[in-house]
């Protein structure tokens, strides 16, 4: 294995994706650098529309990027040899948002969950009815479902199969897009604490808009906002303590659902701006202008921070006014014990 | 037709035994290629006029089948086994179709999940939005349009003659889902259904149509029946609320007492299993309600199976009704706590 030195999985350098051309250029994704490193999840949190979606289908090599690569072991995955490509597959996996979309409906459960280690070489039969029996106990669903059809199982069982199906071929990087979004509250536990059981040995980049299910998955963190990363670092830096107006409207509405920024603006933003100009309680005169991004180790990009603030500045109205975020959760959450 | 529904006559409908609507040992049945399925099981519920109430519940309880069951708006192979429902004194369970068309839009106003799929994509928003006052009579032409832009800025468009012109593929999501606010309250409905009214929003916005939702019915004094999956916005806006399971009501009452003191396991579970970002517990294990080994028995409690507190008669009979507090009643053979 030809690793970079950084112990890096995947690196998407500068990759940015436009649809479209000259005056209907939509960019969904600006030009982002992301390595994914061993042993540390990345979360890319944002609206629909916010890019985030895409960014995982370049990073899978669903989407060419229009700028930029992504690399697998140092190489642009669109010039892999058949060889790396076999290895880029079994190494790089994902896991989608609607299980029962992505699971091919006339295929068995055991066929299905064996299948990349099958397409990735050297099973019989045999071992591979034996591989099934092994996933089916990790994901903790019964033996017997082997020889059943999607359609056959609930919404959770589904998604237990799509992980299954995800580290049959032992991969080091698994892309979870909204793993828990369509399933219910009570089954979305038991599947976090799966992934959350197999994340001393796989790296996950989590893509969702809820900010509950990537604090309990990642370790770092983006925040997109119309294909923009506005702020990045330490995922508990970024929930205890978010930068960005956007970022703060975001982890506001989780600890109080009627929190309201009190912008919601029906004009876009003009070329070049910040684009959440329009819908921002702190909008300035510099803002027609997109910052560069500020901080080392937590970035944000908004005029409200310069190059001269220590990392753990914060400014704005703190998420709740003058109330405690923290003190409100418990007391969302905490009234059943 | 005058402002007949303002807040200064809400008191008065509020006395006891005037209910806006009353739904008493409702059952809805479906006839599917399995066999018959029942939807909904005995439900009871009340609301008051300028209440919020909201259903709680996962996918499968039901929780949507009621609002459909109340529109009368049931699928084709589902209907009304046993029950009756009573809105605003009139019997509306057995009512025909031409009934049916004065109460839906002018008696009962209704928001969707889906802003996109709800508003008409090839017509501007200014006509759909005023269309429910114009079929119902509520004013002339011009009137409407007046009342369409004077509506348009109370939704917090910047500039309301031409948003009207716009159509809905111009507008983002949460613009959308408040012209659809606009378009519930529009013909002044003594009731208002909102079927997961957030879920289709990025959650940045959430707080902003939930706070028009709720000031749109304190303006208005119109009910509103919220159902939601989403038990921190149910918990931020019921006055009460039901919890919905596998198409029964395991619990019913003031909002503050049910999650404060859950009296059904089920509840107390659905609870537990709401992930949290508090600092302590973003790393720790989240509770789970444990699956179904074996199918529950038709004739018992929906829940058994998964419940933790479960004993043998769960099984074998539809479970009673505990009264816990004089408002607050769970339907549970062994509850988390006693009357």
Known sequence: MNLAADDAILTADAIGKTFGRGTRANVAVQPTNVSFRRGRSIGIAGESGSGKSTLLRLLLGLEAPTAGAVRFEGMPIASLTRAEHRRYRATVQAVFQDPGGSLDPRLHIWQLITEPAWATGGLTRRSRRELAARLLHEVDLPERFADRLPHQLSGGERQRVAIARAVSSSPQLVLLDEPVTSLDVSVRGAIINLLADRGAELTYAVVSHDLTVIAHLTDELLIMYQGFVVERGPTDAILDAPRHPYSQALVAAVHDPLHDTGYDSDVPAGAGACPFINRCPFAMEQCVVMPDPVGQIHQVRCHLYSPDDGEDTTRGAPPLGSSDPIASTVNVTGAHQ | ?339
Request: hydrophobic residues 40%.
């Open chain 2, 1 to 339: 037709m005058t402002a007949s529904t303002t807040t200064s006559d809400v008191p008065a409908a509020t006395a006891p035994g005037d209910p806006l609507l009353q739904i008493s040992n409702l059952s809805v049945e479906a006839s599917t290629s399995a066999g018959t399925v029942r939807l909904v099981d005995g439900l009871d519920f009340e609301m008051r006029r300028g209440e919020v109430r909201a259903i709680v519940g996962e996918s499968g309880s039901g929780k949507s089948t009621v609002c459909l069951a109340i529109l009368r708006l049931l699928a084709e192979n589902a209907r009304i086994s046993s029950g009756t429902i009573t809105f605003d004194g009139e019997r509306i369970d057995d009512a025909r179709e031409p009934a049916l068309r004065q109460m839906r839009g002018r008696k009962i106003g209704i928001v969707f999940q889906d802003p996109l799929s709800a508003l008409d994509p090839v017509r501007r928003i200014g006509p759909q939005l005023g269309e429910a006052r114009r079929v119902h009579g509520l004013g002339s032409r011009g009137q409407v349009a007046g009342w369409v832009r004077e509506t348009l800025g109370s939704l917090g468009f910047s500039n309301p003659a031409r948003s009207a012109r716009s159509f809905p593929n111009m507008l983002s999501g949460g613009m959308r889902q408040r012209v659809c606010v606009g378009i519930a309250f529009s013909a002044e409905p003594k009731l208002v259904i909102a079927d997961e009214p957030t879920t289709a929003l990025d959650v940045s916005l959430q707080g902003r149509l939930l706070r028009l939702l709720l000031a749109r019915r304190e303006a208005s004094g119109t009910a509103v029946l919220l159902v939601s999956h989403d038990v921190a916005v149910v918990r931020a806006v019921a006055d009460r609320v039901t919890v919905m399971f596998g198409g029964m009501a395991l619990e019913e009452g003031p909002a503050a007492d049910v999650f404060a003191a859950p009296g059904s396991p089920y509840t107390a579970a659905l609870l537990a299993s709401v992930p949290t970002m508090s600092p302590e517990r973003r790393r720790a294990r989240m509770s789970t309600i444990p699956v179904a080994t074996v199918a529950p028995s038709p004739s018992g409690c929906p829940f058994a199976g998964r419940c933790r507190r479960e004993v043998d008669a769960c099984r074998q009979a539809p479970p009673p009704t505990v009264w816990l507090a004089p408002a607050h009643h769970v339907r549970c053979f062994n509850p988390e706590r006693q009357p």
